[in-house]
């Protein structure tokens, strides 16, 4: 397990301000950037001591998956995969020679921490299932990748309304660092 640590300029922030400002950064990296996937990494990242290239390997879960818009939540991807960043099962506890219990335990104990954003999310949205948000926040579905879908869903408010998808990656942003600062004691 990897410690989330605050990055300097974040120290001197409360537990509050620290949630807050996972929610602004959230909030407006999925604003200037689109990317529910990424804009949650790159909240926390923010935030925290994190390697770089997991902002980018989110890059592929925005769209309920690879653009599909069928799989999870890119927000909610993207918080798994910063959990799993902090307490996720090292390679070093894997083997492809032969299954170790206490490997097999490993991987069982860094299940709890995204298990707890997963049952927020679900308990937030309905659903953890990109299309059946956009139902919910807009009434119907969008396929993303074709142009005129696209220019419908900037026209609803897609990344401009504070009660879209923006608010769906600043709360997501939110409630990682919150079970990160848990973690940590704090």
Sequence with gaps: MTKAKVREKYRGLSRQELL??????GFNFEKNNYSCSQSTVAAIHEL???DDVVV???TSLSG???????????ALSGGLIA?????????QKMS?????DSNIETMMVAFEPPERLADR???ENGTIICSQIHRRLFGRIFYLNDEEEMRKFDDLGGHSDPN???RIVGNTAKWVMEILLNKRGY
């Design 164 to 166: 879209k998808c923006r």
């Design 64 to 74: 309920g998956t690879a653009e599909q818009f069928s799989g999870t939540c890119g």
């Design 96 to 100: 492809y020679r032969e299954q170790i």
């Design 121 to 123: 999310f679900w308990q």
């Design 20 to 25: 807050d400002k996972a929610y602004e950064l």
């Design 48 to 50: 925290v001591e994190m």
């Design 56 to 58: 980018k390997v989110a």
């Design 83 to 91: 959990l799993a960043y902090f307490f996720g099962r090292p390679v």
